[in-house]
Structure formats: structure tokens, C-alpha cells
């Protein structure tokens, strides 16, 4: 399967759609702190409905110890896309493969531009919107990415 990363996410309602989400597409969900809100908020519960047990979700103190997970969990064998407005490659021309990570950032400001630029062009992926809109909501922007993602994969364990 594939794992979504959250950076620094900001909106209870938005990680918990993304939680429920996961547990519908396989994915596993890593959220890096910090969080702008607890997970135990209500928000969150609500928008997750009872998708928590189902859904795999792991916490990192920040983006260097998600990285260094990443490093040990998968012995370096491992792509990050990057999910951002701030480049011009789609994300329906990548190809996506088993363990491929899928980082979004927060939903005031997006991924750190450092980050960004770290990433191989044909890892930084975008989806296509009209020329004077900024931005989708996170969760939303999430389910596009990650069903396409996982449409390239066949649809894999799905009923």
C-alpha cells in the first residue's frame, strides 16, 4: 500500500476526514508534529466517525524523526511526492508504486519550500485547478491525490 503524511496539520475536521479516509483506501497515515489541535477533540472524533480502530495512523515528533522512520522501517527504499501548489508536474502524470509516501502540509501555509526543493521534480506533484484559485481544502486534496494513487495500483484489497 502507500502512506499519507501530514505536516504539521492545523484543522481537527480536516485529519479527521483524512483518518477515515485511510481506513477506506489502505493507507497508512502519519501525522508530524506538531498538531494544531489534540486528536482526542471532538472534531476530530466526529469527522473520523468510528474509522479510528480501523485506520493505521502514527505520530512523529517532527519531519526529521518521520525521515529517520521512514529510513529504519523501510531500509531507504521509499519515495516521498510531494503535494503542493508550488510546482508545475501533475499528479495524474505520476507513477505511483507500493510504499510511495504522499506529504501534504499544513493548510495555512503548505510544505516548508526547503522540503519542496529537496524533492526530485517528478516527485513534486500538483493537481490542476483554474488560474486564479489558490488551493483545495486539505482532506479534499488528499482524496484526489490518494485515489489516484491507489487506482494505479489496481484498486489493491479493495471489495
Not at 63 to 79: V, W
Request: net charge negative; aromatic share 8%; glycine share 6%.
Amino acid at each position: 500500500m502507500f502512506d499519507i503524511a501530514l505536516y504539521e496539520p492545523e484543522i481537527a475536521p480536516n485529519t479527521g476526514n483524512i483518518i477515515r479516509l485511510c481506513a477506506n483506501c489502505g493507507a497508512n497515515l502519519h501525522l508530524i508534529e506538531p498538531l494544531g489541535f489534540d486528536l482526542e477533540e471532538k472534531k476530530v472524533r466526529r469527522a473520523g466517525l468510528d474509522y479510528h480502530d480501523l485506520a493505521r495512523v502514527k505520530r512523529h515528533k517532527n519531519l526529521e524523526a518521520f525521515i529517520e522512520y521512514l529510513e529504519n522501517e523501510r531500509e531507504g527504499d521509499f519515495r516521498i511526492f510531494a503535494c503542493t501548489t508550488k510546482t508545475t508536474g501533475h499528479h495524474v502524470d505520476a507513477k505511483f508504486q507500493q510504499g510511495d509516501v504522499l506529504m501534504f502540509g499544513p493548510e495555512t501555509r503548505g510544505l516548508p519550500a526547503e522540503f519542496i526543493e529537496s524533492m526530485p521534480m517528478d516527485q513534486r506533484i500538483r493537481i490542476p485547478m483554474m488560474p486564479d484559485a489558490r488551493s483545495l481544502n486539505l482532506s479534499n486534496a488528499v482524496a484526489i491525490i490518494a485515489f489516484e494513487a491507489w487506482r494505479q495500483m489496481g484498486f489493491e484489497g479493495a471489495v
